[in-house]
């Protein structure tokens, strides 16, 4: 016992010592700890949740496995594939402090966001709605005023509301609850703690087949912002990001991407929602020769 | 809605099982890094040497004064950003409760060793014996039975402190239970099961703490 | 290696600066009236700890154990989630939707009945420690019971009790930070929230400590006067 807590305390001490900063690539860093640490969400259905089996599972964490797999066939090595639950307020934080080398969920991206780390190509396009109960009385963001609304911590959802507030046009206010992850805030919506959730269209869609009862529940109001969908790398890291982009692209061409698109949003998939002509372009266009 | 349902519990209990096992390793981490520690800060408060004893104080001040909650979200989001290299979420609830807990265990000591009356070491320096040999074979073996049913108590503050862990998402057995709730809805008995096992455990700890105390007497 | 631009104005300019206000000033209501609470709740139990009457005095024991024996954080999810799932769904829904600051409150019950615990703890501790010829001697002066607990055992009880119940006030002031995790907008939560606007997590988090340090350094200072104004030379030791 007393050399198990001796190594504890050597090791917590050597590691708070900077061995290596930021200079090395991502890839650098992937190869040399053997370890590909992804963080994935619990709460975002169905690109990254829990399954019954109390496992990481959805759109996003196979997309991440694909990345896996191309970068053992890049690196020569296996590498361990390591998943990290993030959510909505912790996700930029951990790949900028290198805690996670990707993330994998389903996290908009924005210029604002620019400003402290990279993303990839874009992999889904959506925008913020509301969900409620049926026979709530609210359908778009104006009745909202006065009501309890819940969004994720750092989401831009949380902020389009708040700005909707702070610009008058929800009169009176709408009294917004911050929930850490989707999930914690739709539990909330079941019990009656709120009147509506906000996020993305999508992921509301996720919650309501997900839901014991999904005829007790509707989506509602039109797109409030524009959420266009791409994974998070580190600031800096043209090596790692191309990496990843142009496994995107591989994807998109021969096909797997489709299919993993499928196997969550297709017809038969957890959340079925067809792919708008706009998003079909996009991919296209995306995928460079 | 007033049936209380077991199967979710029975259902899900290797995963909570498993975020119990996280709960124990964490504390285990937390109560013998924290002592570790504890021992040696406890002993620089205790130093005439100005530059010991003021950054141990101010070490154990500091600590004493925020919520643990700050010292994990420090350990986890900040320091890798100083430090260049992320710590992944155990080790930084690991390092943040050693650093934290250290700061009470400090305090125990330095008031366990103050304890011993000052005759003691009187008497052992006008043996011959020198301060390091007095503290090694009088001082700090008295001390330590005085002090160890506060260590003890301390030792189940830190058992319970793990759930803040929660936090992080550190999947230790609060986390757990709650990622089971967020799914299957059944916060009524998930929460109360979470409650009886700490209860357990604490209790029976707590316990065998009085027992010790009640047996072992004060030395004076 | 450190590319990290600092930006200590998030802690001032706006909104951010108003948040963190408003986040001091819940941290403050919701320590002080818990401990309002707990120490009426705390004083109750604890005197009941030593009554003569076993029953009462066997309650006032379990309740003590069950509330220390259970992590803090456990408990406020209890009474947060699973306790209004008892109430009739009319009621659970009045609870969360109607009451303003449902959260808050909540918060408050949790808080008050944890640190209740704690201080019936060392209020019986504290009696308990008061040498027994203080009584004897107060009896044989010719003061009745009541007399000798007016003038001698409660204000020998208050002087020994301030230390350890100004450790306990301190806490309840570090234990508000847990409310975060149930959405009570206190110092921490907000700053919690400056940093996923702004990705200024050193800062804000270094924010959040100042304004702890800040109520810990009044309440010892202000604890610190009390004590001397209250101390009775010669009582109790001190060690200093």
């Known amino acids: ?289 | 809605m007033a049936i209380f349902d077991y199967k979710v519990i029975v259902d899900n209990l290797p995963f909570l099982m498993r975020g119990l096992i996280t709960t124990f390793q964490l504390a285990l981490i937390g109560i013998s890094g924290g002592l570790a520690l504890g021992i040696l800060v406890g002993m620089a408060r205790l130093s005439s040497r100005p530059y010991i004893y003021y950054p141990a104080t101010l070490f154990v001040n500091f600590l004493r004064s925020i919520p643990l909650i700050l010292v994990i979200f420090w350990f986890y989001f900040l320091v890798p950003i100083i430090a260049g290299r992320p710590l992944g979420d155990f080790l930084s609830a690991s390092v943040a409760f050693i650093v934290f807990e250290a700061s009470y265990f400090a305090e125990i000591i330095r008031a366990g060793i103050q304890s011993i009356p000052k005759g003691q070491m009187q008497a052992a320096l006008s043996t011959g014996l020198d301060y390091k040999q007095t503290m090694r074979h009088i001082i700090i073996p008295q001390a330590l039975r005085n002090m160890i049913p506060s260590l003890l108590t301390q030792s189940v503050i830190i058992f319970q402190d793990t759930s803040l862990a929660y936090v992080i998402g550190l999947k230790e057995f609060l986390r757990s239970a709650s990622v089971v709730d967020a799914r299957e809805v059944r916060s009524l008995e998930l929460y109360t099961f979470v409650g009886i096992v700490y209860f357990i455990f604490c209790f029976t700890m707590s316990y065998f703490t009085k027992k010790w105390e009640a047996k072992k007497g004060m030395a004076r | ?240």
Request: proline share 5%; glycine share 8%.
């Open chain 3, 1 to 240: 290696m450190l590319a990290y631009e600092f930006r200590w104005s998030v802690l001032w300019e706006q909104p951010y600066g108003l948040w963190m206000l408003q986040g001091i000033w819940t941290t403050i209501k919701l320590g002080l009236i818990s401990w309002v609470f707990a120490l009426l709740l705390g004083i109750i139990v604890g005197t009941c700890r030593i009554t003569p009457w076993k029953p009462l005095r066997f309650l006032a024991t379990a309740y003590t154990e069950f509330f220390r024996d259970i992590p803090l954080l456990v408990q406020l999810f209890f009474w947060y989630f699973a306790a209004p799932r008892v109430l009739p769904s009319a009621m659970e829904s009045y609870l969360y939707r109607q009451l303003p600051q449902a959260e808050f409150w909540i918060t408050v019950i949790a808080l008050s009945i944890y640190t209740s615990s704690r201080v019936a703890e060392q209020i019986r501790s504290g009696l308990q420690s008061i040498p027994q010829d203080q009584f004897h001697a107060a009896l044989s002066t010719g003061l009745t019971y009541l007399q000798m607990y007016r003038y001698v055992t409660i204000p020998l009880a208050i002087r020994i009790m301030i230390p350890p119940l100004t450790t306990e006030f301190l806490t309840i002031f570090k234990n508000t930070s847990l409310a975060m995790t149930v959405g009570v907008l206190e110092t921490t939560f907000m700053s919690q929230q400056i940093e996923a606007y702004t990705f200024r997590g050193l800062e804000a988090t270094t924010g959040a400590c100042l304004v702890y340090l800040a109520i810990t350094m009044l309440v010892v200072s202000g604890m610190g006067l009390v004590e001397k104004k209250l101390a009775i030379p010669g009582l109790i030791a001190r060690g200093r």
């Open chain 1, 1 to 289: 016992m007393r050399k198990d807590y001796l190594k504890i305390l050597v090791i917590a001490f050597i590691l708070l010592f900077p061995l290596s900063s930021f200079a090395q690539g991502t890839l650098e860093k992937i190869s040399k700890s053997g370890e590909f640490v992804v963080g994935v969400r619990d709460g975002a259905i169905p690109f990254g949740f829990i399954s019954k089996e109390n496992e990481h599972v959805g759109f996003s964490v196979d997309m991440a496995k694909e990345f896996h797999k191309a970068l053992e066939k890049k690196l020569g090595k296996p590498i361990k594939l390591v998943f990290k639950t993030t959510n909505p307020k912790t996700r930029i934080p951990l790949v900028a402090n290198g805690t996670i080398d990707i993330e994998c969920g389903s996290t908009t991206h924005t210029v604002d966001r620019e400003e402290t780390v990279d993303f990839t190509l874009t992999v889904f396009l959506t925008g913020t709605q509301i969900l409620v109960k049926k026979g709530s009385g609210i359908k778009s963001y104006k009745d909202l005023a006065g009501k309890k609304v819940g969004a994720a911590q750092g989401s831009t959802n949380e902020k389009a509301i708040r700005d909707l507030n702070d610009k008058g046009e929800i009169k009176p206010a709408a009294n917004i609850v911050v929930y850490q992850e989707h999930s914690q805030g739709f539990l909330a919506l079941q019990r009656n703690i709120l009147d509506a959730y906000v996020t993305d269209g999508i992921l509301l869609a996720g919650l309501k087949a997900k839901a014991p009862n999904p005829e007790e529940y509707e989506v509602v109001g039109g797109f409030i912002t524009y959420d266009p969908y791409a994974y998070i790398v580190r600031e800096n890291d043209s090596k790692f990001r191309d990496f990843i982009n142009i496994e995107i692209i591989k994807m998109i061409k021969d096909g797997r991407f489709y299919q993993i698109y499928d196997k969550w949003l297709g017809p038969k998939g957890v959340v079925p929602y067809p792919m708008s002509e706009e998003f079909k372009i996009l991919l296209k266009l995306q995928a460079w020769p």
